[in-house]
């Protein structure tokens, strides 16, 4: 089925850890992005990349990784796992800026 | 800075009933408008998207417009089901990013 997978779908990891969180789409979209989502407040943008080779910060970059080597993939790194970055995190992507966006199911983070 | 308002915050609609749901931007320069839905502990799932060029979208029972004068979109649902009970967003574009609210959370009584 045509989307974005996101993987793994729950994970706990102890202060200092890292990890990465894989996005793939199949949809040969350009753009794509990550966004957390904690209570009480509004989904914020985290990185976001306009195509393969090509990433930027958004709202909320600190203590998060990307890299964009295929249109297909991108993951996003966690250096050193902080309890601040519990959370679910959205991966998105839409076939140009401010079109169309299709969202994955979610990644929930737990770091204790 | 760009802020998403919706109004209400949550609603608790008997079934059967139309409603509408509000979004309001503080940067008025809309481009695409897409709504989405999100049910309790699952991803977000696009509803309706309303281009730039256009004033209003329409799919089923869903119908959402856009008034980029005075920075508005509402979402209409007629004939409300319990299947409709979720978090509704209005995301806006703007500086290469979606800015979301914190969504409208809709419950439908059977």
């Known amino acids: 089925n045509a989307g974005v997978t996101q993987t793994p779908k729950f994970q706990v990891l102890k202060t200092g850890q890292s990890m990465t969180l894989q996005c793939a789409q199949d949809?040969?979209?350009?753009?794509m992005s990550w966004y957390r989502q904690d209570p009480g407040m509004g989904l914020r943008l985290i990185h976001y990349?306009?195509?393969?080779?090509?990433?930027d910060q958004g709202e909320v970059p600190n203590g998060y990784n990307v890299s964009r080597s295929t249109t297909e993939d991108f993951p996003l790194r966690l250096l050193s796992a902080a309890p601040s970055q519990t959370s679910v995190y959205f991966c998105?992507?839409?076939?140009?800026?401010?079109?169309?966006?299709?969202f994955g199911s979610g990644t929930r983070l737990t770091v204790v | 800075k760009q802020e998403v308002t919706q109004i209400p915050a949550a609603l608790s609609v008997p079934e059967g009933e139309n409603l509408v749901l509000n979004c309001s931007f503080t940067?008025?320069?809309?481009?695409?408008l897409q709504w989405f839905r999100q049910d309790p502990g699952k991803g977000l799932t696009s509803l309706l998207l309303?281009?730039?060029?256009?004033r209003e979208q329409t799919s089923g029972r869903l119908n959402a417009s856009l008034d980029k004068s005075s920075g508005r979109s509402t979402l209409y649902i007629a004939a409300s089901q319990p299947g409709d009970s979720a978090t509704y967003l209005c995301?806006?574009?703007?500086?290469?990013?979606?800015?979301f609210g914190t969504g409208t959370r809709l419950t439908i009584i059977p």
């Open positions: 309303i281009q730039s060029s256009q």
């Open positions: 998105a992507s839409s076939p140009s800026l401010g079109y169309g966006y299709t």
């Open positions: 949809m040969n979209h350009e753009y």
């Open positions: 940067d008025s320069a809309i481009y695409n």
């Open positions: 995301p806006n574009f703007g500086n290469e990013k979606l800015t």
């Open positions: 990349s306009v195509g393969a080779g090509i990433t």
